[in-house]
């Protein structure tokens, strides 16, 4: 009986599993979303008291995966990693158990496991008729009152695998679940433990946590608890700085407050999460005088450095940097037409909608109406002006660095590129001029006034 709705896919595993005369259980991620009635997973974890040479004689098609014996047979729809039964050993690096030793007991292998939610496994031993689900740890009642407790003494556990820190705040932020008292007095007892985490896999859970909703769960608790400091010291020099926004808000309230709103303005977009939380993390080393001046510019320069450290891909961290740089825009309603194809220009066509999903954010965060500032009027011109695909780059000029060559004699050079850059500024200014001739005439005007500077 499938009293777990495992997929038909991952149920072959098993089936083939025991066949072979080998205990098989599906453990983790993918029992634990499935008893609460989540989104399907596509992860499964199987722990099998098969030895990892027996899994890969089994699976021929599956791949040895890592020096701890873990086997991942691909599925059509799914991934199975297979995991022969363990128990850990000493952690001399708080990160990775220095060695494993295979056990033939599926109660020693949860009993190795994070927190009791994830230490819940359905299957049999090859000579029981029945599956059941196995539960010693009493995951099934953390599943049913929002608990995430970590399994046997927390701060032990903790200090074991400073990765399991930071999972705490993504299981809770991820399930909308409460960290359980015990477990998070043990995370405060080993903040600094997640200083032995390494940088890449910080990043991928900071991705997580700033793909939960509401996202700010994660960072609260990171920060109540004290890991934040430890393991992103930018977002957390945040806390306390003073802020004249919403009344009793001080910086870090901010960023977390932007951070739910552009989270609901855009829920798929982690991109524009990312910049939200990261928005302001220049105004702590800007502060003087209450105002904090170049923060957009400072900020831009410690998210690039920050995101480059947590490995993120570099086009995520070029426009997560981008937004940040140029949040502070200031548009006013008297600009002229001309004024809002050149912001166009300086903010690029293709952060235009993020940037100002961004605003309306930090407006929320500060306490304000989404479209204050006059976004709405804003929005509804960039549409009036960009309807037309005015000219807004050099591509787009009817006229090339080579003809300003071959036409009007310059030498190839810098000066080639200032000229068209003039030309560029024209036409924004007036579409209507960007027509070969005229722009050759106005380069000719140009370079009699002002010759060929090179
Ligand atoms: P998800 O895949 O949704 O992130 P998961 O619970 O499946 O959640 P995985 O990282 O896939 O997490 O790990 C699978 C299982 O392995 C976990 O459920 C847990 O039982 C165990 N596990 C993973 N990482 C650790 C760890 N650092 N310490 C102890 N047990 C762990
Ligand atoms: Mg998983």
Redesign the pocket.
Known sequence: MNDLNVPDAVLGVLDTLWQRGCDAYV????V?DTLLGRAAPT?W?IATSAQPDEVKAIFAGGKYENRFGTVTVVLDEYDAQITTFRRDHHYGDHRRPDSVTFTDSIDEDLA???FTV??IAWGRAAHEEQTRLLDPTNGLADLHTSLVRAVGDPAMRFDE?G??LL?AARFAAQLGFEIEPRTLDGMRDTAEIVRWVSNERVGGELKLMVAANPPSVAFKILADTGVLEHALPELAAQRGIAQDKIPGHDLWLHCLTTLDAAASIDPGNQRLRMAALLHDIGKPGTHADGHFVGHDVEGARMAEELLARLAFAGRDVDQIAALIQLHMFNYEPRWSGAAVRRFVRRVGREHIDDLLRLRAADNIGSGLAPDAGHLDELRQRLADELRSNPPLSLADLALSGDDLIGELGMRPGPAVGQLLERLLDIVIGDPAQNVRDVLLSQARDWLEKHGAVQ
């Open positions: 453990v983790g991620g993918g634990r992860d974890d190795r496991r994070d994830n230490a695998d990765l399991r999972r």
